[in-house]
């Protein structure tokens, strides 16, 4: 069940938040804990299972830390919750990669598992394992009550692709979270603009990429090449950050207040920058928990540089079990080694537009690694994109340009803070005309983006949600 179907809009989530609104105080976690289990089975009934064995695991593990938490043994029952938690997660999601790796180096005829990845599983793994470790180190209290720390691991706006929640994060919400008219109306215009992201924006763009990437590269030319990489780029963001932003106005409505996963990353002056503003709670995950603990700048340059690519390539992996993963993630690390060797100084003294386009060539590029899975796709495209023997543009580009200039140019209008600091600079003005413009505004447009998006989503034949995969 996926947030821009008509099953979740019209049925699902009305009868979800009459039951959640109507019911008394405490009784609130059963209907989202059960809801979020429907939820989540109405896709993988089996793997319900998975993920309530995960949540008991890690319930269990945090009992014992803190009864044990001035002792030896502490550290082996952290150590037991983080192998389970990543045990499960590399046999569900990296068997049937290593077991057909080991049958092209070995010549083997191993019969890989063909097990479907569970959804969402890189997502809540990671959440019930910072618990464990928060409890771990005292940065957190033990949560008693397992119905309570059920709803925090399947919560099902952001179960399936984020943002991760850290459990300190919701803690004082799991037991009493009053939720006001304001919330319930700020998290529906919330809700309503990533929906339209997902549907108007995202996949346009991708329908875009799909007759791009499928096309033979001897047939297209390097402009088609861009524009397709483009319209990827442009799917994955408005995709990933729709679903964010449907996911964090839907916790809204709920009472909670989850982190934000997107910052413009598009308007980077460099690649840094950029990850700074893409999937924050997936960078602040690693950052706290590996490049940190692995030492991060305390202990000297060159190991600051070891633990930016160990982090980038346990970033790549995260994402999926393919080669592209993993170079797409050392793409990042040369980037990100670079720039604090000696480019990220240099960037700073150049104009702040000359970074931006160095750091969507490099986000572009990165795309090509990320969608292609074949190392010979992804050569062939690199070169179709770099003019290697192609033409620059040809009739097709033409006409993909103009079929698709009003969409692109949304799309980066969307991309950027245009039309929040115009509304910002509009309110502050304070005169008559420019309040009632406000006030309309903030009613009408997410209703508006409502009917475009139900519409788009009643007549839609492509209707992925791309980090499901994930």
Not at 235 to 249: E, K, L, P, T
């Amino acid at each position: 069940m996926v947030f821009s179907s008509v099953v979740f809009l019209f049925r699902f989530l009305p009868l979800f938040f009459v039951l959640y609104y109507v019911v008394p105080g405490r009784m609130k976690n059963v209907i989202l804990f059960l809801g979020s289990l429907f939820f989540y089975a109405w896709g993988e009934p089996v793997y319900v299972l998975l993920m309530l064995f995960s949540t008991i695991v890690d319930y269990v593990h945090g009992r014992l830390l803190e009864r044990f938490r001035d002792r030896r043994a502490a550290r082996g029952i952290l150590l037991s919750s983080v192998l389970i938690n990543l045990s499960l997660l590399c046999f569900f999601k990296y068997a049937d990669f290593l077991t057909g790796t080991v049958n092209s180096v070995l010549g083997a005829d191993l019969t890989p598992p063909g097990l479907p990845l569970p959804i969402g599983i890189s997502f809540y793994t990671f959440q019930t394992m910072s618990y464990t470790i928060d409890v771990y180190r005292g940065e957190t209290r033990m949560q008693r009550n397992l119905l309570d720390f059920g709803v925090y691991v399947t919560m099902f706006p952001q179960l399936i692709a984020g943002p991760i929640v850290k459990y300190r994060d919701v803690e004082k919400r799991l037991h009493n979270r009053p939720v006001s008219l304001a919330m319930v109306s700020s998290g529906m215009k919330r809700f309503c603009i990533g929906l339209a992201k997902k549907v108007l924006l995202a996949n346009q763009m991708g329908e875009l990429w799909v007759l791009v990437s499928e096309r033979n590269l001897g047939e297209i030319s390097t402009l088609t090449a861009w524009l397709g990489i483009a319209a990827f780029g442009f799917q994955i963001y408005f995709d990933f950050s729709g679903y964010s932003d449907m996911a964090i106005g839907l916790g809204e409505m709920l009472g909670f207040s989850f982190p934000e996963n997107f910052n413009y990353p598009y308007i980077s002056r460099s690649v840094t920058e950029f990850w700074r503003r893409w999937h924050i709670s997936l960078g602040s995950w690693f950052r706290e928990y590996v490049y940190i603990p692995l030492g991060g700048n305390r202990k000297g340059r060159l190991r600051q540089l070891m633990n930016i690519v160990i982090v980038w390539m346990l970033t790549g992996i995260w994402h999926g079990a393919g080669w592209n993963f993993l170079l797409w993630g050392l793409w990042f690390a040369l980037a990100l080694v670079l720039e604090k060797l000696f480019l990220g100084k240099f960037l700073s003294w150049l104009p702040r537009g000359v970074g931006i386009v160095y750091t969507l060539l490099v986000v572009f590029v990165g795309w090509v690694l990320f969608a292609l899975e074949a190392p010979g796709r992804i050569l062939g495209y690199l070169a179709v994109m770099m003019g290697l023997g192609r033409n620059l543009a040809d009739n097709e580009a033409f006409y993909l340009c103009g079929q698709y200039a009003v969409l692109f140019t949304v799309a980066l209008a969307a991309s950027t803070p245009l039309a929040a600091l115009m509304v910002q600079r509009l309110g502050r003005r304070r005169t008559g005309w420019s309040v009632a413009l406000c006030h309309f505004g903030e009613k009408m447009i997410p209703a508006a983006l409502l009917i475009l998006a139900i519409a788009g989503i009643v007549d839609a034949t492509y209707n992925p949600f791309l980090y499901f995969r994930f």
